[in-house]
């Protein structure tokens, strides 16, 4: 495509959402022109039938422009005027949005037993390692490629990114922001599966997972997106990410299957590995949140500063309503308030704020936080009932509340003026019909039937050809730590495992493996100790001597104290001890750098 025919069809949309139903361009013309006030603008002698008129028109240079109204996402390009100031907060926010792999991981891991916590945590950074990789080799590519293979349904072209100098700012910025959200989308599927499914099996699903949010995050906010071309609004991915992964969440823990034992004594909830780190999960997230709502307005010059200011309150808005929600039902059904309700309704009405964020009014988030935290509080039961089971909730507060974000905008976003972001229409209850509803419904139709559909594929071809997708009973009994990690503590319910079921499976000896928060060398001298045959009138500088290969004083420990003399003195030289009562006791040691009585062993 040649400069002129990518001008021609710049001009054409611009005319055409700006005054569709006109064949005489006038002065209203430029005054709408001038609510683009990020894009490239050249001047073109319009004639109509009486005058002669000049106007501003965006053109596209084949970035991803909306020249029909900017509509979230993070991937609407305009020059580069101005853009560096955009750059700043869009990089910014992102660094935010990175912090939630943190929150993401303290939340599941405190949700499961202690037995399976660092797993958890394992799989979050294997989530931006590998996702981050397959994104960079071909998930961008797949959603915002641009070449004569492009269509409706997926993008083509750039794989693995490496732009020109002229073309690297605002390509980068997006590619990067743009990570984030593909990463999210994975991680929202481990904790559905935690503490039952194959690590390894795990780590290839996170590779090839991209494709599952690639694909429509084209569809929502690409050029070429047939979602995007209808009007969908989805500004920080409601339908794209948390949607999107709720679904593949739900398809995951129902392929791989309940934990064992999870419903022989009744469908409530299992007790929490680490509520603390739960909470601590949640308040990252919420922070994260900020960051991801906020840089989905993708800059703050111009008039896109108000959006964002916008963005900031309607975000902990509705995160209040959710609260207050979950608060209420808690009480209400337990007559307390239990951790994991009070976390999922503030994180549901987190993700039912996030498609609408800059376009909601205060008091319209506060209803749709609301209502999101209810349904995410009240969903978890009935999926327990169907026996799908999902430790921290993802379906319930990722899957619904996402389609219920969708929906709220269908309803009562009103159109805006600035940016139009809602491309001229507005919602069933302010006069618009159901036009917007409509799209809002067939944009979530879509995505989860994809999301299912490929998430399906690609766990049945791994499990199939590659490695099963479920842990060995072994495995999850002894738990993920122990088993895939080496990692063994007490009082988690690890010893109680291995003395029931052995510690060598599938030809692995696992006796190995220390204790966690014990130290080796100690354990080893403290053994030796209690094997000695006499123990009366030694002292334990002696004793360890006597135990140890290496001399430790060699190895720079502080010599010890004994009756105030030390054992290395000549010539009955007494250096005085720093305690006094150390000199009462026949068998007493003190340390040099420690002052107060360390009583010799019996």
């Known amino acids: ?102 929150g993401f991981g303290l939340l599941e891991s405190g949700a499961v037993s202690m037995k399976n916590e660092a797993n958890i945590m394992v799989k979050n950074v294997v989530d931006v390692v590998l996702g981050g990789f397959t994104y960079w080799l071909f998930g961008y590519s797949l959603s915002f490629g641009e070449s004569e293979w492009t269509n409706p349904f997926c993008g083509w072209g750039n794989f693995a990114i490496n732009p020109s ?65 209808l009007g969908v609004i989805d500004i920080a991915g409601s339908c794209g990410v948390h949607l999107c992964g709720g679904a593949s969440a739900l398809v995951a823990s129902r392929m791989v299957g309940p934990r064992i034992g999870r419903y022989d004594n009744g469908e409530d909830p299992l007790p929490m590995g680490c509520p603390t780190n739960a909470i601590l999960g949640m308040f990252m997230l919420w922070w994260g949140w900020l960051g991801f709502n906020c840089g989905s307005t993708f800059g703050i010059t111009e008039e896109k500063w108000k959006y964002a200011a916008r963005t900031a309150v309607t975000t902990l808005q509705a995160s209040i309503g959710g609260g207050l929600a979950g608060m209420s039902i808690s009480w209400y059904k337990n007559h307390r308030l239990e951790i994991g309700d009070v976390v999922n309704s503030v994180l549901g ?45 993802a379906t319930s507060v990722h899957g ?61 071809v791994i499990d199939k050809f590659a490695v099963g997708i479920r842990m060995s009973e072994w495995e999850e009994l ?23 079921l052995g510690l060598q499976h599938a030809g692995i000896d696992y006796s190995d493996i220390i204790p966690q928060g014990d130290n080796p060398c100690h354990i080893a001298v403290l053994n030796n100790l209690s094997a000695l045959a006499s123990r009366r009138h030694s002292t334990l500088s002696k004793a360890v001597a006597q135990v140890t290969k290496v001399p430790y004083k060699d190895q720079g420990i502080p010599a010890l104290m004994i009756n105030g003399q030390s054992p290395s003195s000549k010539n009955g030289d007494i250096v005085r001890s720093v305690s006094a009562r150390s000199t009462k006791s026949t068998n007493s040691i003190t340390p040099i750098e420690y002052p107060g009585p360390h009583h010799a062993w019996p």
Not at 363 to 380: N, R
Request: proline share 2%.
């Open 478 to 500: 002894v738990g993920a730590d122990f088993a895939e990690h080496g990692i063994r503590r007490r009082n988690v319910g690890v010893s109680r495992a291995v003395s029931v």
């Open 400 to 460: 619904l509340c996402g389609m219920w974000a969708m929906i709220a905008i269908g309803l009562f976003v009103k159109a805006d003026g600035i940016l139009k972001m809602t491309n001229g229409n507005s919602g069933l209850f302010r006069g618009g019909g159901f036009y917007l509803l409509g799209i809002q419904t067939l944009a979530c139709l879509c995505i989860i039937v994809w999301s299912m559909i490929s998430t399906f594929t690609i766990l049945k």
């Open 165 to 229: 100098e002229e073309d690297m700012g605002e390509i980068y910025t997006t590619f990067f922001f743009q990570l984030s959200f593909a990463t999210t989308a994975t991680t929202i599927v481990s904790g559905a599966v935690a503490e039952r499914f194959n690590f390894v099996a795990y780590v290839l699903f996170s590779a090839v997972n991209t494709v599952v949010y690639c694909v429509p995050a084209g569809w929502l906010w690409g050029n070429h997106g047939f979602l995007y071309k």
């Open 1 to 102: 495509m040649n400069s002129t025919q990518s001008f021609q069809q710049s001009f054409e949309a611009t005319i055409d959402a700006i005054m569709p139903t006109s064949n005489v361009l006038g002065p209203t013309v430029v005054e709408n022109m001038t609510k683009f006030p990020d894009l490239s603008n050249i001047t073109i002698e319009a004639f109509t039938m009486d005058t002669n008129v000049s106007y501003d028109i965006p053109v596209t240079n084949g970035t991803h422009t909306n020249s029909t109204g900017f509509r979230g996402g993070g991937v609407v390009l305009g020059s580069t005027k101005d853009f560096g100031n955009d750059a700043s907060w869009v990089l910014t926010s992102t660094f935010i949005i990175f912090t939630m792999q943190s």
């Open 349 to 393: 009405a987190l993700v039912s704020v996030t498609a609408g964020c800059a376009l909601f009014t205060s008091w319209e988030a506060l209803f749709v936080g609301l209502v999101g935290g209810t349904i995410a509080v009240m969903a978890m039961p009935l999926f327990d009932k169907l026996h799908i089971d999902d430790p921290v909730g």
